[in-house]
């Protein structure tokens, strides 16, 4: 069984920045697809980021394109999300997930999640 855990969340001022961590652990991990999501409070899930984990193609929302990176280390099972010029929009609990196929641009098909870490973005 994988497991996901995310760190790396916390409090920082609006214009900050948070680098997002997520450690897979169990059976070999070897998914096709990675990904960072968020869910704000009153809100549904949103598909940040996504990346395939043999590296290459990236897919961004809109709203966080441009301020945030997200990559991979294999060699560690690891992922991160880079987070710059946080706004308190951005505010949410931030998960992570895996899938085994699909595409980076769809949010479906995400078979392993971590319980998420809470970013808070406020003065």
């Known amino acids: 069984q994988v497991q996901l855990v995310e760190s790396g969340g916390g409090l920082v001022q609006p214009g900050g920045s948070l680098r997002l961590s997520c450690a897979a652990s169990g059976r070999t991990f070897s998914p096709y697809i990675v990904g960072w999501f968020r869910q704000a409070p009153g809100k549904g899930r949103e598909r940040v980021a996504t990346i395939l984990w043999s590296g290459g193609d990236t897919a961004y929302a809109a709203s966080v394109k441009g301020r945030f990176t997200i990559s991979r280390d294999n060699a560690n099972n690891t992922l991160y999300l880079q987070m710059n010029s946080l706004k308190p929009e951005d505010t949410a609990l931030y998960y992570c997930?895996?899938?085994?196929?699909?595409?980076?641009?769809?949010?479906?098909?995400?078979?392993?999640w971590g319980q998420g870490t809470q970013v808070t973005v406020s003065s």
């Open positions: 997930a895996a899938k085994n196929g699909g595409t980076i641009y769809s949010s479906s098909g995400y078979i392993y």
